[in-house]
C-alpha cells in the first residue's frame, strides 16, 4: 500500500509544469508504515520571504509560496486597506531573484505612510495580520446580498475545488482557497503555505479582474478565524466555507457583518453559522 502511495505521488511530480515543479523539493526520507520501514522521496512546498516595496519604500515582508505573486500582493493591500480597486494600483515590478516585489500605488497613501518598515509577516497558524487592528477600525457595512445557494451546490463547488488542489495532493504543505458562484462555477484557485496568503491570493484576482463579489463564495482549507471573515466581508463576499472550524469572534463578526459562515464542508456534510437563511435544502 506504501509503494503504491509513494508511486501515485511520483506520478504527480511527473506531472507538474516547470514552474510548479521549481516550488517543490525533492528529498530523500526514511518512512514508516507499521511494520515496514523504507527509503523513498518526499516532496516540500518552497517557503521564501517577499519583501514588499510600496511608492519607493520598504514596507513588509511576506513569507509564502511565490505563486499567483501579483495577486498575492494586490490581495494583501486590499484586504490591508490599502487600495480599494484595481486603478489604485499604479504598477506592479517583481524579481524573483532578489525576493523583492515594487509596487507602486496611486495618490498620497496615509495609512501606508503610518505603516511603512513594520515586521514580517509569517506563514503561522496565527499570523496576526500586523494591521488588523488599523484596518479593522475603518469599518465594513453590513452584508446585504440576497444570493441563495443551496447546500448540494456548495458541497458540488469543494467536491470540483479538492480533486483540484495539486500542490496539495502531492505535499500535504499548502492551504487552499477559492472562489466560486451561485451556479457552481469554480472561478478561481489559489494554493500557498500560508491560509491568509491563500485568501489574499484569490481576493487579489477578483481585484485585479474586477469582479463583483457580492454574489460569490469563498472556500478555504484553514479555520475561519476573525480576520479571514474580515477579509471576506471587505470584499463584500456574502458566503464564507470551510472544511474546518470558525471561531466564535469570527462568528459574532459574521453576525454582525451579515456575513453567512458554514464550515465542516466534507462531502455533503454542512454547518452554517450565521445569515442561515442564505443556504437552501
Not at 507602486?104 to 487592528?133: D, P, Q, S, V
Not at 499548502?174 to 462555477?185: M, N, R, W
Request: one cysteine or more; glycine letters at 8%.
Amino acid at each position: 500500500m506504501a509503494t503504491t502511495e509513494h508511486d501515485q505521488r511520483r506520478e504527480l511530480y511527473a506531472e507538474l509544469s516547470p514552474e510548479l515543479k521549481e516550488l517543490v523539493a525533492v528529498r530523500q526520507v526514511v518512512s514508516y508504515r507499521g511494520d515496514e520501514v523504507f527509503t523513498t522521496e518526499d516532496y516540500l512546498i518552497s517557503e521564501v520571504p517577499i519583501t514588499l516595496e510600496v511608492n519607493g519604500k520598504e514596507f513588509v515582508t511576506l513569507l509564502c509560496t511565490p505563486l499567483m505573486l501579483e495577486e498575492l500582493v494586490v490581495g494583501f493591500l486590499f484586504t490591508e486597506s490599502l487600495i480599494k480597486k484595481k486603478s489604485d494600483l499604479v504598477s506592479f515590478e517583481a524579481d524573483l531573484e532578489k525576493q523583492r516585489v515594487k509596487v507602486e500605488l496611486a495618490g498620497k497613501n496615509l495609512l501606508a505612510e503610518k505603516l511603512y518598515g513594520k515586521r514580517t509577516i509569517t506563514t503561522g497558524c496565527g499570523r496576526g495580520t500586523i494591521f488588523y487592528h488599523v484596518a479593522d477600525s475603518l469599518g465594513t457595512a453590513k452584508n446585504e446580498s440576497q444570493v441563495r445557494v443551496s447546500a448540494d451546490r456548495i458541497s458540488e463547488l469543494m467536491r470540483v475545488w479538492q480533486e483540484t488542489k495539486g500542490l496539495f495532493l502531492l505535499t500535504g504543505g499548502v492551504h487552499a482557497a477559492a472562489i466560486g458562484d451561485a451556479e457552481g462555477k469554480l472561478l478561481v484557485l489559489a494554493e500557498d503555505i500560508g491560509r491568509h496568503n491563500a485568501v489574499d491570493k484569490v481576493l487579489g484576482r477578483a481585484v485585479l479582474e474586477e469582479w463583483d463579489l457580492s454574489d460569490k463564495i469563498i472556500m478555504t482549507s484553514g479555520r475561519i478565524s476573525s480576520e479571514m471573515l474580515i477579509k471576506a466581508a471587505k470584499a463584500r463576499l456574502p458566503i464564507v466555507v470551510s472544511r474546518s472550524a470558525p471561531s466564535e469572534l469570527a462568528l459574532a463578526i459574521a453576525d454582525e457583518l451579515g456575513v453567512t459562515v458554514a464550515g465542516f464542508a466534507r462531502g455533503r456534510r454542512l454547518n452554517v453559522y450565521t445569515a442561515t437563511w442564505r443556504i437552501t435544502a
